[in-house]
């Protein structure tokens, strides 16, 4: 039980950050919520891979301990997490020219393209 | 060395090395970036043909970066795939082809397209990384591999979308296509990580040949099919859609469609090559054809109403998309059953399949010729437009050739794929032909609206100045409009060469499995 509290805190900020985007109006706090959920997919990946008592998956330097944790979702989240970081940056800078062209972040308020 | 085996590595080569060399490149002038991104793009076509050809002399291609050779897919001692696995079957490499036409008519129409445009070096840099991500979507072998070409088209698409960046309307469809495609790629990256979990692989045929039906693969199921259905434009999902295709410089819409064709490509390639015979019960097949006619019939409605030119060529856009998932939805619901695959099922997916290459081709061309219209009048709305055939004879004649292969008309291609799809959804039900009927009538009607109010009536005073747009968009266009008349001219050659090996790779699931894991199912 004890084991999977971390995909039950993984579900939860996924949830959060989820409802969070459907609710709020304010484009900073989506661009927040979003954030959110790719910190949840990381830590999914991370919790993934972890062995208990296992050691850094070095080869050579895990010593007399046999179990390492899992490499391969450590690279995976690496990835994702350079990923995440050029679309929250792409996202603030949309968020910026937004604000200059219609003076408000009301997602309500910014609705030329409709019908 | 041959040659041959590293043309798949060399296809993401081309454009990825194109991406960066470009902000050097469009330092030395106006000329050699032209030079850079039609000539690159060029390469990237004939690479793609070449790959093409040897995928269907030599069956499954697959390339392992990294590895001591080409294709040891399994080194000694492992039982799973360990490197990152490029594979390219006959589907791929069908879409591939598809995709680097689009590619290469769209960056011939940029060149002059966006010569009064500044910050063409970002330009053509976001042009080759979005070329680059949708054919690593194409040929790649690995989920994870997937989730990142995903990413790397994304944001280049997100970036193009928002090129004009002093229009409002730009930014704002940016910024919709942003908040969706990373909330779906979030989501498809946790349908990755619950595979990898469960069966210790990331290698689309090495957890294809472990997997057992059960309630993680489900969730993981309908996580990737909703990500992807949104990526490519169906239904519930295809908001964003329209905004996009309609914001983005042409050129751009152009290799757009062929970025949603990729998405669907993975939504294929999941439900044929990872789950197949495993797919338990008819529910996902159903989902997908219910999809498909949603998106064809909303789409079409939506487009009908339009006045604005390429947001009704995007609305047509979803309501296209149906088609394919109308007829590959039908293929995947006989997959199990011999009789019914033999008797419409393998038709269906013809039919799918070779929408696939016209939709591409057609939709390239009328974003291009709507691009021009904008370019030599400076006009979106139809209804200030008016006449322009005398002006403009070369695009509303290849305009006219899009138009009626959308519309279905005999004897274009889209005519032919429309029917195999029609002939063979009405052996599962009469009302699925009955909607694409209809739905074909509506987009004809709707085509007939454009060229008349287009090019069509008096010439109106504003206009006298309009001269035909230069030769490189029309070139551009040139390229495409071969295309659809290719597959207009010889549709058996096209259907039993390009059409016919793509569907019988994509049912052959033990084939792709078998390419990476050694014919060990």
Not at chain 2, 49 to 57: E, I, R, T, Y
Request: proline share 3%; with cysteine.
């Amino acid at each position: 039980m004890i084991g999977n509290a971390p995909f039950f805190v993984v579900g939860l900020l996924f949830l959060g950050g989820l409802t969070a985007i459907f609710i709020e109006k304010n484009l900073i706090k989506i661009a927040i919520a979003i954030g959110i959920i790719s910190s949840a997919v990381n830590l999914f990946l991370v919790a993934l891979g972890y062995r208990a008592g296992g050691t850094a998956p070095i080869h050579f330097l895990a010593g007399e301990r046999t179990v390492m944790v899992l490499p391969t979702p450590q690279a995976m989240t690496l990835t994702a997490i350079v990923i995440s970081l050029a679309t929250t940056a792409f996202l603030l800078s949309l968020i910026m020219l937004v604000y200059r062209h219609y003076g408000t972040l009301d997602v309500d308020e910014i609705r030329r393209l409709r019908g | 060395m041959n040659w041959n085996d590293h043309l798949p590595a060399l296809l993401l080569m081309i454009p990825l090395f194109g991406a960066f060399a470009a902000p050097l490149v469009c330092l030395l002038g106006k000329t050699m970036r032209n030079v850079l991104l039609v000539g690159l793009s060029f390469v990237t076509l004939l690479v793609a043909l070449l790959l093409w050809k040897s995928v269907l002399a030599g069956g499954i291609a697959v390339y392992v970066m990294g590895g001591e050779s080409f294709n040891l897919t399994l080194p000694s001692g492992m039982a799973l795939p360990i490197r990152i696995i490029m594979e390219v079957d006959a589907f791929s490499a069908f879409m591939v082809v598809c995709g680097s036409i689009a590619s290469f008519a769209g960056a011939l129409f940029s060149t002059n397209y966006m010569e009064k445009f500044t910050g063409l070096g970002r330009f053509v840099s976001l042009y080759f990384l979005l070329t680059l991500g949708m054919l690593g979507m194409m040929i790649t072998g690995d989920f994870f591999n997937f989730f990142i070409f995903i990413e790397i088209a994304s944001i280049a698409s997100f970036g193009l979308v928002a090129f004009w960046r002093d229009r409002p309307e730009a930014i704002e469809a940016s910024l919709k296509y942003t908040l969706v495609s990373q909330v779906g790629s979030m989501i498809f990256l946790i349908a990755a990580g619950a595979l990898y979990g469960k069966y210790n692989a990331l290698n689309i045929a090495a957890i294809g040949s472990l997997l057992q039906f059960g309630v993680m693969e489900k969730i993981a199921l309908v996580f990737i099919i909703g990500t992807l259905a949104m990526k490519c434009g169906s239904f519930p999902m295809h908001m964003w859609l329209p905004d996009a295709y309609a914001e983005a410089p042409s050129g751009v819409s152009c290799l757009l469609v062929a970025v949603s064709q990729a998405s669907l490509y993975g939504l294929m390639r999941v439900c044929f090559s990872l789950y197949g015979v495993n797919l338990g019960g008819s529910f996902i097949p159903w989902m997908i054809i219910s999809m498909g006619l949603a998106s064809m019939f909303f789409g079409v409605t939506m487009a009908v109403v339009q006045h604005e030119i390429k947001r009704l060529i995007g609305y047509h856009s979803v309501s296209q998309v149906g088609y394919m998932l109308l007829g590959l939805g039908v293929g995947l619901l006989v997959l199990t059953d011999a009789h019914g695959m033999a008797e419409y099922g393998f038709t269906a997916m013809k039919g799918g399949i070779f929408h696939i290459f016209n939709y591409t081709m057609y939709k390239g061309l009328l974003f291009l010729a709507a691009g021009a219209i904008y370019y030599a009048t400076g006009k979106r709305d139809l209804n200030e437009m008016g006449g322009l055939a005398r002006r403009m004879p070369f695009t509303t004649a290849m305009f006219v050739i899009a138009a009626a292969a959308i519309s279905g008309l005999p004897p274009f291609n889209g005519f032919v794929s429309k029917l195999l799809i029609y002939e063979s959804v009405f052996a599962v039900h009469p009302a699925l032909t009955v909607v694409a009927l209809l739905t074909s009538v509506l987009t004809l009607a709707s085509f007939v609206k454009v060229f008349q109010t287009a090019f069509l009536g008096p010439e109106k005073s504003v206009f006298t100045g309009v001269r035909e747009v230069p030769s490189g968009m029309l070139f551009g266009m040139g390229v495409l409009t071969l295309a659809v008349l290719g597959a207009t001219l010889f549709p058996s050659w096209t259907l039993s060469n390009l059409v016919e090996p793509a569907a019988k790779a994509l049912v052959d699931q033990a084939g792709y499995i078998g390419a990476v894991m050694g014919g060990g199912l």
